[in-house]
């Protein structure tokens, strides 16, 4: 038998769902960003992987020095629609990032080695930065330092939420504060323990009402969705 068509009849062997999953692997564009920080805060690395989907992989090392859950985070979740287009279309504009976007500044504070990558079948790029005056770098920086910044605080309030719930509402201040200076993004990606929040009565009133206050602005249409279980 020929090799392409053992390579056919091994494939037809293989349940819809295997078939189907290879598929939609092979055809998934993937933009992707990694942070490399040394004593950074609170995140010494991370890397964010969306596909042309929509569906998103956070993997993340909090910096041991701080209080609280600092085990390495792993989550999936899917992007809002809005969010997924503008990650893309800044790929297509600044060409799949084959270039080099840094300022190349000496006076400019180090803030962590920052990477854009992009992958598809087709074509590969990656450009390494710790700052660019590229607006588009910029605003595509901002949106992950944002998702980043969101599943920090989701972790954090899971964590007080067991431990320390007296300094919960500490940290529902701090996050209502980001939110008003758009330093966060995707907020339904910790809908859950925001949730939990709002609905136990055995907290403080003035949490439950953060709580219920951020809930509020997670209700509009293509919010994203959250795939991974919080605690």
Request: hydrophobic share 35%; charged share 20%; glycine share 6%.
């Amino acid at each position: 038998m020929k090799p392409s068509l053992v390579l056919l009849a091994l494939l037809l062997s293989l349940p819809a769902s295997a078939q189907t999953a290879s598929l939609v692997t092979a055809d998934q564009a993937v933009v992707g960003f990694n942070l490399e920080w040394k004593g950074g805060f609170p995140w010494e690395s991370y890397s964010i992987r969306v596909q042309s989907d929509g569906k998103v992989h956070f993997n993340g090392t909090p910096n041991p020095s701080q209080v609280g859950d600092t085990d390495p985070l792993q989550q999936d979740f899917t992007i809002s629609e809005a969010n997924r287009q503008k990650i893309f279309d800044s790929a297509r504009k600044l060409k799949y990032f084959q270039g080099d976007f840094d300022s190349r500044l000496k006076h400019i504070a180090q803030t962590g080695a920052k990477t854009l990558v992009y992958k598809s079948a087709q074509i590969q790029g990656s450009s390494t930065y710790n700052y660019s005056p590229n607006p588009d770098v910029q605003q595509l920086t901002e949106l992950f330092l944002g998702l980043a910044t969101t599943i920090d605080y989701g972790r954090k309030l899971a964590w007080s939420y067991r431990f320390d719930k007296l300094g919960m509402d500490e940290r529902l201040r701090q996050l209502e504060e980001l939110q008003a200076r758009h330093q966060v993004e995707e907020l339904s990606i910790i809908e859950p323990i925001l949730r939990k929040i709002a609905d136990d009565p055995n907290l403080m009133h003035i949490s439950r009402q953060s709580a219920q206050r951020l809930l509020k602005t997670i209700g509009v249409p293509g919010a994203a969705t959250q795939s991974a279980t919080q605690p």
